[in-house]
């Protein structure tokens, strides 16, 4: 099956620094999502890019599906962006597409 | 925010006795998930819903079931409980199931422990 590789698995940051995220993966897909799992444990939904580039305020992403990666960027980070970022993948799987989720990277930022 | 709950919200166990986890929706979306979270295993698919009484198997089904018998509301049931579903089980929901509408929302999660 599909393999979905995170790296780095750990960054530790100061707050106000820039930080990118990389998600490789190993077959063609139909999309992609970037999440932020917080210290409370809620996914939230960062990005929804097949292909491109999508900024949403400090934060912007980019896939290149035909080199099978994807990036996050994270500029001027701030306390709040720490806990763990997943990428998932989204693939045909009978009557859906499912999602197949990297393991991760936690990010920890520190004032 | 999508509009998912799940219920209960943390829940211990023994070994042996039936669970059910709930998951509802308000947005009336068609699609419905669970997955659970160990880790080293990032998510993974265990059920899902494509309509009313509509439901098939997904990466590690063995020893839960499902049900749908409404638009809102998805069960997820482990029959015989096993320290191996000791997890955290998330329920997401989707407009389409299918690209480019399938961006999916996670409900808050159920910590499930089994003793």
């Known amino acids: 099956g599909i393999q979905v590789e995170q790296s780095p698995p750990d960054l530790i940051l100061q707050e106000g620094a820039n930080s990118t995220l990389r998600c490789n993966f190993s077959?063609?897909?139909?999309?992609l999502q970037w999440f932020h799992q917080n210290p409370w444990g809620q996914l939230i939904n960062l990005f929804y890019i097949p292909s491109g580039t999508k900024q949403n305020g400090r934060l912007s992403a980019t896939t290149v599906a035909t080199e099978r990666y994807s990036l996050l960027y994270i500029s001027s980070s701030q306390t709040t962006d720490s806990g763990v970022y997943f990428c998932?993948?989204?693939?045909?799987?009978?009557?859906?597409?499912?999602?197949?989720f990297g393991t991760g990277t936690r990010l920890q930022v520190f004032p | 925010d999508a509009g998912i709950t799940q219920s209960p919200r943390h829940k211990v166990t023994e070994t042996g006795t039936p669970v059910t986890l709930r998951c509802h929706q308000t947005e009336n979306h068609r699609y419905m998930y669970w997955y659970r979270q160990d880790p080293g295993h990032g998510l993974r698919l265990i059920h899902y819903?494509?309509?009313?009484?509509?439901?098939d198997k997904g990466e590690v089904s063995d020893g839960y079931s499902v049900s749908r018998s409404k638009t809102e509301d998805f069960l997820l049931t482990l029959e015989s409980a096993t320290s191996s579903q000791t997890s955290v089980y998330f329920c997401a929901i989707s407009e389409s199931g299918q690209a480019p509408y399938n961006e999916q929302f996670f409900g808050p999660g159920t910590r499930l422990t089994v003793l």
């Open positions: 998932a993948v989204e693939v045909p799987h009978y009557n859906t597409d499912k999602l197949i």
């Open positions: 819903s494509y309509g009313v009484k509509d439901t």
């Open positions: 077959d063609s897909v139909n999309n």
